[in-house]
Nanobody, 124 residues
Framework: VQLQASGGGLVQAGGSLRLSCAIS????????AAWFRQAPGMERNFVGA???????IYNDPVKGRFTISRDNARNTVYLQMDSLKPEDTAVYYC???????????????????WGLGTQVTVSS
């Protein structure tokens, strides 16, 4: 399974970006998908996830601003980011896993496959 994230860039505070993550090699519909992010000098943190049936969960800092969606026909998961803040600056990673449940959805270890990440920079 290979994941390719794209859509990052430089945006002013208050702006929007949409990240995409294309999955190849397996049937995407059988996986849950998640986004994580890592700011410079910080650990990688959970952003949000979407399960196989479309249920979503978000970490508190992004609730109400970020939206995860999936298109199984296109083997792609998206992260729509609105009202961006400078503290959203990070490398964003997409990941998928076949054994994600409610108790491990926020854990990096639940996701077997990862993309290389895409840089998002929000200027003040």
């Amino acid at each position: 399974v290979q994941l390719q994230a794209s859509g990052g860039g430089l945006v002013q505070a208050g702006g929007s970006l949409r990240l995409s993550c294309a999955i190849s090699g397996r049937t995407f519909s059988s996986y849950a998908a998640a986004w994580f992010r890592q700011a410079p000098g910080m650990e990688r943190n959970f952003v949000g996830a979407i399960n196989r049936s479309g249920g979503k969960i978000y970490n508190d800092p992004v609730k109400g601003r970020f939206t995860i969606s999936r298109d199984n026909a296109r083997n792609t998961v998206y992260l729509q980011m609105d009202s961006l803040k400078p503290e959203d600056t990070a490398v964003y990673y997409c990941a998928v896993g076949a054994s994600v449940i409610s108790s491990n959805v926020r854990s990096q270890s639940a996701y077997a496959y990862w993309g290389l990440g895409t840089q998002v920079t929000v200027s003040s």
